[in-house]
């Protein structure tokens, strides 16, 4: 006899329809067909022992399992729970008639309990596009899936409830999660706040330009400056997400199994910090199952680099491509995935190996050339695409101890909403840009524009301080975020000045 189920398996950030076909009939061999990978091979082994448990069998005739279509690989232990209901059924064993209505997904145990499986999202948005009645998988991660509505969410714990639903004998109340309040339940809950902040006033201010323009930053210190605590602080004066960006961010960290037990929608934005020895492949995703690296889990939030020059050159330079495309690719010989990678660069670095050169009050211990060195190991085109150079410097001890009453991330994140208000009005006709940072160089020159007064201050500054011709489009950028936050039409000559100093590292002889 023939019985058929329907999975799903996650490409990139999004699910493919799999249709699970059983036959039992002579013989005395377990054959599984449709590109399996090794976990699914051995679900007959955890099928058997779980189906034991409840009193059914495994029959002793030849079972041929099926995974449509069969020229696509599939991978992980996920299809655990279809094939196994699809074998009792094809065994007579049970009576499963409204099961082609459900989209089922799980992982058994030995003692038939089910595990919770990763992608849960994708494959939910997937089941409603093909016009499933429900979704039956673990109860850990029915929440998850319970995010997309005009879908039945059918958590079980075992694989005797899902038996029983599909036969009658038990009624499961399909769990329903009103998305809009739980996302306006978590909305901009950080943990960090820049209310803890004493000092820096400078540091702040470049981060609320950067925040609200878009604009990647680096920050050059001592150790124990703040640049760490700082960035920290930064995803919580970003704009707030909106829905369809935390569906998006929910997505990938779904399909990373990042979001954990219980776990429903991501309504912060994300912060990732990876340690400076990361692989290529953990930082842009990729591997022989490919997955999302740190870049994508940063997705509509902020990667931090902490000790920039301490990473792999290779590493660095493998960011380039997705920091223009805003995504990457990860190419394979018969499958190519797209991951999302739309995020803010916020680096940091000490100005040398001994971290303490132009620091006011220690010397520095090292030898002529090595600071030029150091600074050397991250690239020009990399240098190319941070907008802010920020100089960081120690928290004097009074500053530290006065009892002065600093701005909340709440205050500073309401002229960062304003200032992205009057760019997403300014780039509504464009689909491609959001905020300033994000402007072509022909656009620059339409937007950015400049009087004679301040043409006459950009020309002496590039001269004067020997910057490069990179430094040219950065500043306009970044002067027309500043005229953004404080209300104005024009770039006035006061927000040039101001964009001018965030260029540091484009000084000819800054390391000497």
């Not at 979001?259 to 309504?267: F, I, K, N, P, R």
């Not at 999302?340 to 040398?352: E, G, H, K, Q």
């Not at 590039?462 to 489009?473: C, I, N, Q, V």
Request: glycine letters at 8%; charged letters at 25%.
């Amino acid at each position: 006899m023939l019985a058929k189920s329907f999975g799903a398996a996650v490409y990139g950030v999004d699910a493919k329809i799999i249709t699970i076909e059983v036959n039992v009939g002579q013989g005395v061999k377990f054959f599984m067909s449709g590109l399996p990978d090794s976990a699914i091979k051995e679900s007959e082994h955890r099928v058997e022992s779980a189906v034991k448990q409840y009193g059914y069998r495994m029959p002793r005739q030849k079972v041929v399992v099926n995974l449509a279509p069969a020229d696509i690989k599939k991978e992980g232990s996920a299809y655990d729970l279809p094939i196994a209901l699809s074998i009792l059924k094809a065994s007579d064993q049970i009576s499963a008639d409204k099961m082609e209505e459900y989209l089922i997904m799980g992982e058994l145990a030995l003692d038939g309990s089910l595990r919770p499986i990763k992608g849960v999202l994708p494959i939910a948005i997937e089941a409603r596009k093909n016009k499933f009645k429900g979704f039956m998988l673990p109860k850990e991660n029915a929440k998850e899936a319970a995010i997309v509505n005009d879908l039945d969410v059918i958590g079980v714990e075992t694989i005797a409830e899902a038996v029983a639903f599909f036969e009658g004998k038990l009624q499961i109340e399909p769990l329903e999660v009103d998305t809009r309040d739980v996302f306006m339940a978590q909305i901009d809950n950080y943990s960090a706040d820049f209310k803890d902040v004493q000092g820096q006033e400078n540091i702040k201010r470049a981060l609320e330009i950067a925040a609200a323009g878009g604009h990647n930053a680096i920050m050059i210190g001592p150790p124990g400056a703040g640049k760490t605590m700082l960035a920290k602080r930064l995803a919580s004066i970003l704009p707030p997400l909106s829905l369809h960006e935390a569906l998006e961010t929910t997505k990938i960290h779904s399909v990373a199994g990042r979001l954990g037990a219980d776990a429903s929608l991501v309504s912060t934005r994300p912060y990732r910090s990876p340690h400076h020895t990361i692989s290529d492949v953990a930082l842009v995703g990729g591997g022989g199952n490919p997955q999302p690296g740190e870049i994508s889990l940063a997705h509509n939030g902020v990667l931090f680099l902490d000790e920039l020059p301490e990473f792999k050159r290779t590493v660095l330079e493998v960011m380039r491509q997705p920091m223009e495309d805003r995504k990457v690719t990860i190419s394979r010989a018969k499958v190519s995935l797209d991951y999302p990678a739309n995020f803010m660069l916020i680096a940091s670095m000490n100005p040398c190996p001994c971290g303490y050169y132009n620091h006011p009050e220690k010397e520095c211990v090292c030898g002529p050339g090595v600071v030029q060195r150091y600074l050397s190991k991250i690239s020009g085109p990399l240098l190319d695409r941070i907008d802010l150079h920020v100089e960081v410097t120690p928290v004097s001890f009074d500053e530290m101890t006065a009892n002065r009453k600093t701005e909340t991330s709440e205050e500073i994140r309401t002229r960062v909403v304003k200032a992205r208000d009057i760019q997403t009005n300014r780039f509504e006709k464009v689909k491609e840009i959001h905020c300033n940072a994000m402007m072509p160089s022909q656009m620059v020159k339409d937007i950015c524009e400049i009087n004679e007064a301040g043409k006459t201050l950009l020309k002496t500054a590039m001269e004067r301080l020997g910057l490069s011709a990179r430094a040219y489009d950065r500043i306009l950028k970044v002067s027309r975020t500043i005229a953004d936050l404080a209300g104005s039409e024009e770039i006035k000559i006061e927000h040039l000045a101001e964009a001018i100093q965030y260029r540091s590292l484009d000084r000819e002889g800054w390391a000497g």
